[in-house]
T-cell receptor, first 114, second 117 residues
Framework: GEDVEQSLFLSVREGDSSVINCTYT??????LYWYKQEPGAGLQLLTY?????DMKQDQRLTVLLNKKDKHLSLRIADTQTGDSAIYFCAESPPPYTGRRALTFGSGTRLQVQP | EAGVVQSPRYKIIEKKQPVAFWCNPI?????LYWYRQNLGQGPELLIRYENEEAVDDSQLPKDRFSAERLKGVDSTLKIQPAELGDSAVYLC???????????????FGPGTRLTVL
């Protein structure tokens, strides 16, 4: 079955880079996602990467995918206090499985210190 | 474009009482999901609808939970009777018909935080 794991907590100083890591078990995952959740709010899609890609960059966000090791990371450049939130990694199964729901990790709480 | 709308945002009830949550997905999104997010955890799927049909409800505790999406647009999730362990955030998400480049990208509502006393 699928399992997605993340470290629980990361603390960085404002202006530094943050790297949030995620490992997953389902090698047939087609897309992998990063969502952000601020206190009391729903999940906001940050970015996603297709499984045949190694890297995707979107402004301050860089996603790296190591499919061999089933490792996904999210790098946030020039981290700001507004980036403080919980970040969830999620994977989606391939369409042929008929399952179209995302499997989420438990989330990494990012704390940005001024 | 309006996002996924959910109501109420917060609900406090006593155990054994019924409760209902409502969701209106993004216009044109034919797939609708209900997830439950326990404290300190990621969301877990309860049920998925393709239009008005429930196509994946294997994780829905059917003895007390029910859901409907009668016209293939908005949806209601009900718990009757509620138990202490049902305290969680209930999230609704929707996805457009065609995957395209964005794959299975789902768009989430703000959730309903349920507290059962």
């Amino acid at each position: 079955g699928e399992d997605v794991e993340q470290s629980l907590f990361l603390s960085v100083r404002e202006g530094d880079s943050s790297v949030i890591n995620c490992t997953y078990t389902d090698s047939s995952s087609t897309y992998l996602y990063w969502y952000k959740q601020e206190p009391g709010a729903g999940l906001q899609l940050l970015t996603y990467i297709f499984s045949n890609m190694d890297m995707k960059q979107d402004q301050r966000l860089t996603v790296l995918l190591n499919k061999k090791d089933k490792h996904l990371s999210l790098r946030i450049a020039d981290t700001q206090t507004g980036d403080s939130a919980i970040y969830f990694c999620a994977e989606s199964p391939p369409p042929y499985t008929g399952r179209r729901a995302l499997t989420f990790g438990s989330g990494t709480r990012l704390q940005v210190q001024p | 474009e309006a996002g996924v709308v959910q109501s109420p945002r917060y609900k406090i009830i006593e155990k054994k009482q019924p409760v209902a949550f409502w969701c209106n997905p993004i216009s044109g999104h034919n797939t609708l999901y209900w997830y439950r997010q326990n404290l300190g955890q990621g969301p877990e799927l309860l049920i998925r609808y393709e239009n008005e049909e429930a196509v994946d409800d294997s994780q829905l505790p059917k003895d007390r939970f029910s859901a409907e999406r009668l016209k293939g647009v908005d949806s209601t999730l009900k718990i009757q009777p509620a138990e202490l362990g049902d305290s969680a955030v209930y999230l609704c998400a929707s996805r457009p018909r065609t995957s395209g480049e964005a794959g299975d990208t789902q768009y989430f509502g703000p959730g309903t935080r349920l507290t059962v006393l």
